[in-house]
């Protein structure tokens, strides 16, 4: 199946430090991708879907200016959690898609990101 | 109201025995997939199997099969012969239209404990 490599995998910050979270499609094009958090023994919640070259979409109560998203490239997504605060201290992970409709979607790793 | 349904917080089941993981849906759009996804503890999410609303059988993919039954909205995920290396998170996933995409909600996962 389609790889989705994402880094770093674990990365612990100071708070108000930002911090950037790549999602790579490794061997397919991604026009889309999207960015998850979960919490400690919890469901995945979407956050925001990525398109290339364009604006990011967010979810209801998701701060745009707090979790920056750019996808500047077929295979790459970036998502960056500025001014980090120990709430934001969470599992982050994305996936991509590799077309429209009834298609799975990869996922990678996941980043563990703590604040502290 | 809740999209994806898992009742289920916890399962055991014995090394060599099947078990049965529910999930309920609900959504109006006609056409939609519905996804299960394992996540072991290293957090990554592998995906196991799809099923398609409009689908006439019941997907499988080797020792995973989902029991879908349309009328009741449902996609139980069977997993038969269970071995020590499935006790993880599992996840039932909706894709439905959102707007201009598609959009993947999860339910709030079973853990499963695969026992001796």
């Known amino acids: 199946g389609a790889v989705v490599s994402q880094h770093p995998s674990r990365v612990i910050c100071k708070s108000g430090t930002s911090v950037k979270i790549e999602c790579r499609s490794l061997?397919?094009?991604?026009?889309?991708m999207f960015w998850y958090r979960q919490f400690p023994k919890k469901s995945l919640m979407l956050m925001a879907t990525?398109?290339?070259?364009?604006?990011?979409?967010?979810e209801q109560g998701v701060e745009k200016d707090k979790f920056l998203i750019n996808h500047a490239s077929l295979t790459l997504s970036t998502l960056t959690v500025t001014s980090a605060h120990p709430e934001d201290s969470s599992f982050y992970i994305c996936s991509a898609r590799t077309g429209e409709g009834n298609t799975e979607a990869f996922f990678g790793q996941g980043t563990r990101l703590t604040v502290v | 109201a809740q999209k994806i349904t898992q009742t289920q917080p916890g399962m055991f089941v014995q090394e060599k025995e099947a078990v049965t993981l529910d999930c309920t849906y609900d959504?109006?759009?006609?056409?939609?997939?519905l996804f299960w996804y394992k996540q072991p503890s290293s957090g990554e999410m592998i995906f196991l199997i799809y099923?398609?609303?409009?689908?006439?059988q019941n997907a499988t993919e080797g020792r995973y099969s989902l029991n879908f039954q349309k009328a009741r909205k449902s996609a139980n995920l069977v997993i038969s012969a269970s071995q020590l290396g499935d006790s993880a998170m599992y996840f039932c996933?909706?894709?439905?239209?959102?707007?201009?995409?598609?959009?993947?909600?999860f339910g709030t996962g079973t853990q499963l404990k695969v026992e001796l």
């Open positions: 099923q398609g609303s409009y689908d006439q």
């Open positions: 959504t109006s759009d006609p056409s939609y997939g």
């Open positions: 990525s398109n290339e070259g364009s604006k990011a979409t967010y």
């Open positions: 996933a909706m894709r439905e239209r959102v707007g201009g995409g598609n959009k993947l909600t």
């Open positions: 061997d397919f094009q991604a026009t889309t």
